[in-house]
Protein backbone atom coordinates (compact mmCIF):
# COMPACT_ATOMS: atom_id res chain seq x y z
CA UNK A 1 0.00 0.00 0.00
CA UNK A 2 2.99 2.18 0.57
CA UNK A 3 4.17 2.29 -2.60
CA UNK A 4 1.01 2.92 -4.43
CA UNK A 5 0.71 6.25 -1.92
CA UNK A 6 2.58 8.31 -4.53
CA UNK A 7 1.10 10.33 -7.57
CA UNK A 8 0.09 8.10 -9.86
CA UNK A 9 -2.36 10.50 -11.96
CA UNK A 10 0.00 10.98 -14.90
CA UNK A 11 0.68 6.87 -15.38
CA UNK A 12 -1.28 5.16 -17.21
CA UNK A 13 -4.60 3.25 -15.63
CA UNK A 14 -3.13 -0.05 -16.74
CA UNK A 15 0.29 0.70 -14.76
CA UNK A 16 -1.75 1.39 -11.79
CA UNK A 17 -4.10 -1.91 -12.11
CA UNK A 18 -0.32 -3.80 -12.91
CA UNK A 19 1.50 -2.27 -9.67
CA UNK A 20 -2.26 -3.10 -7.54
CA UNK A 21 -2.43 -6.16 -8.47
CA UNK A 22 1.08 -7.22 -8.27
CA UNK A 23 2.13 -10.17 -5.27
CA UNK A 24 5.91 -8.24 -4.37
CA UNK A 25 6.59 -4.53 -5.28
CA UNK A 26 10.02 -3.68 -3.55
CA UNK A 27 11.98 -0.60 -4.90
CA UNK A 28 15.06 -1.39 -6.77
CA UNK A 29 17.98 -1.45 -4.65
CA UNK A 30 21.22 -0.76 -5.24
CA UNK A 31 24.57 -2.00 -4.09
CA UNK A 32 27.61 -0.91 -4.42
CA UNK A 33 30.46 -4.23 -5.31
CA UNK A 34 34.20 -3.78 -4.27
CA UNK A 35 36.40 -5.01 -6.95
CA UNK A 36 36.94 -8.17 -7.40
CA UNK A 37 40.16 -9.83 -7.07
CA UNK A 38 40.23 -12.00 -10.34
CA UNK A 39 38.45 -11.84 -13.17
CA UNK A 40 39.59 -15.31 -14.94
CA UNK A 41 40.79 -18.99 -14.22
CA UNK A 42 42.14 -21.14 -16.65
CA UNK A 43 39.93 -21.06 -19.64
CA UNK A 44 37.09 -19.10 -17.83
CA UNK A 45 36.86 -15.61 -17.58
CA UNK A 46 33.79 -12.73 -16.39
CA UNK A 47 33.36 -9.17 -18.19
CA UNK A 48 30.82 -6.45 -18.15
CA UNK A 49 28.60 -5.98 -15.22
CA UNK A 50 29.74 -9.49 -14.08
CA UNK A 51 33.09 -8.27 -13.62
CA UNK A 52 32.96 -4.82 -12.53
CA UNK A 53 29.49 -4.14 -11.76
CA UNK A 54 28.78 -0.18 -11.48
CA UNK A 55 26.10 2.18 -9.84
CA UNK A 56 23.97 3.18 -13.21
CA UNK A 57 24.58 7.00 -13.23
CA UNK A 58 26.69 7.29 -16.11
CA UNK A 59 26.45 4.36 -18.10
CA UNK A 60 30.02 3.46 -17.57
CA UNK A 61 28.73 -0.03 -17.48
CA UNK A 62 27.74 -0.28 -20.90
CA UNK A 63 31.08 1.45 -21.65
CA UNK A 64 33.05 -1.04 -19.82
CA UNK A 65 31.40 -4.14 -21.25
CA UNK A 66 31.98 -2.56 -25.16
CA UNK A 67 35.96 -2.56 -23.69
CA UNK A 68 36.11 -6.05 -22.36
CA UNK A 69 34.99 -7.83 -25.40
CA UNK A 70 37.37 -5.42 -27.93
CA UNK A 71 40.33 -6.53 -25.67
CA UNK A 72 39.17 -9.84 -26.06
CA UNK A 73 39.01 -9.33 -29.93
CA UNK A 74 42.22 -8.11 -30.47
CA UNK A 75 43.92 -10.88 -27.82
CA UNK A 76 42.66 -13.64 -29.28
CA UNK A 77 41.28 -13.13 -33.41
CA UNK A 78 43.12 -15.56 -35.79
CA UNK A 79 43.67 -12.14 -37.58
CA UNK A 80 46.76 -11.18 -34.98
CA UNK A 81 47.83 -14.48 -34.19
CA UNK A 82 48.58 -12.91 -30.73
CA UNK A 83 48.04 -16.47 -28.66
CA UNK A 84 46.45 -19.73 -28.86
CA UNK A 85 46.82 -19.98 -25.35
CA UNK A 86 43.70 -19.21 -23.62
CA UNK A 87 44.58 -19.33 -20.35
CA UNK A 88 47.41 -17.15 -21.17
CA UNK A 89 44.94 -15.15 -23.06
CA UNK A 90 42.60 -14.49 -20.27
CA UNK A 91 45.05 -13.73 -18.15
CA UNK A 92 46.13 -10.64 -20.59
CA UNK A 93 42.98 -9.93 -20.54
CA UNK A 94 42.30 -9.22 -16.56
CA UNK A 95 46.03 -7.60 -16.84
CA UNK A 96 45.01 -5.28 -19.01
CA UNK A 97 41.45 -4.20 -18.77
CA UNK A 98 41.33 -4.45 -14.77
CA UNK A 99 43.36 -1.72 -13.29
CA UNK A 100 41.01 0.21 -15.99
CA UNK A 101 37.78 -1.15 -15.01
CA UNK A 102 38.21 -0.99 -11.75
CA UNK A 103 38.67 2.93 -11.47
CA UNK A 104 36.35 3.68 -13.49
CA UNK A 105 33.93 1.52 -10.90
CA UNK A 106 35.58 3.34 -7.80
CA UNK A 107 34.73 6.71 -10.03
CA UNK A 108 31.09 5.16 -10.61
CA UNK A 109 30.67 4.39 -6.48
CA UNK A 110 31.32 8.01 -5.44
CA UNK A 111 28.23 9.40 -7.80
CA UNK A 112 26.42 8.27 -4.98
CA UNK A 113 28.15 11.43 -3.13
CA UNK A 114 29.31 13.78 -5.24
CA UNK A 115 27.16 15.02 -8.56
CA UNK A 116 30.14 16.17 -10.56
CA UNK A 117 31.45 12.64 -10.71
CA UNK A 118 27.76 11.83 -12.35
CA UNK A 119 27.96 13.96 -15.33
CA UNK A 120 31.94 12.93 -15.71
CA UNK A 121 33.33 16.58 -14.76
CA UNK A 122 35.91 15.14 -12.28
CA UNK A 123 38.38 17.79 -11.79
CA UNK A 124 36.38 20.50 -11.64
CA UNK A 125 34.26 22.59 -9.04
CA UNK A 126 30.58 22.40 -9.43
CA UNK A 127 30.44 26.03 -10.72
CA UNK A 128 33.26 25.37 -14.14
CA UNK A 129 30.91 21.55 -14.72
CA UNK A 130 28.37 23.41 -14.88
CA UNK A 131 30.11 26.42 -17.76
CA UNK A 132 31.77 23.24 -19.09
CA UNK A 133 28.43 21.58 -19.51
CA UNK A 134 26.94 25.11 -20.77
CA UNK A 135 29.26 25.31 -23.56
CA UNK A 136 29.15 21.96 -25.06
CA UNK A 137 31.97 20.25 -23.90
CA UNK A 138 31.80 16.54 -23.89
CA UNK A 139 32.27 14.33 -21.03
CA UNK A 140 34.55 11.55 -20.68
CA UNK A 141 32.00 9.02 -21.59
CA UNK A 142 30.62 10.67 -24.83
CA UNK A 143 34.03 10.77 -25.83
CA UNK A 144 34.77 7.22 -25.41
CA UNK A 145 31.29 6.37 -26.77
CA UNK A 146 32.43 8.51 -30.11
CA UNK A 147 35.76 7.00 -29.98
CA UNK A 148 34.30 3.46 -30.47
CA UNK A 149 31.66 4.25 -33.17
CA UNK A 150 34.42 5.38 -35.69
CA UNK A 151 36.93 2.34 -34.41
CA UNK A 152 34.29 -0.66 -35.15
CA UNK A 153 31.29 1.11 -37.86
Not at 16 to 26: A, E, Y
Not at 79 to 89: E, H, L
Amino acid sequence: PEILAGKYSDLDPDCVDLLKNSIDRMPCRLYLHQPYSHWSKGKTCILGDAAHPMMPHQSQGACRAIEDPAALGVIFPNKYKFTQDVAAGLELYQTIRKPRATRVQAASARTMENLNERIGFTSLTPHDATLAAAEGKLTGRIRLLRIFVRLFL
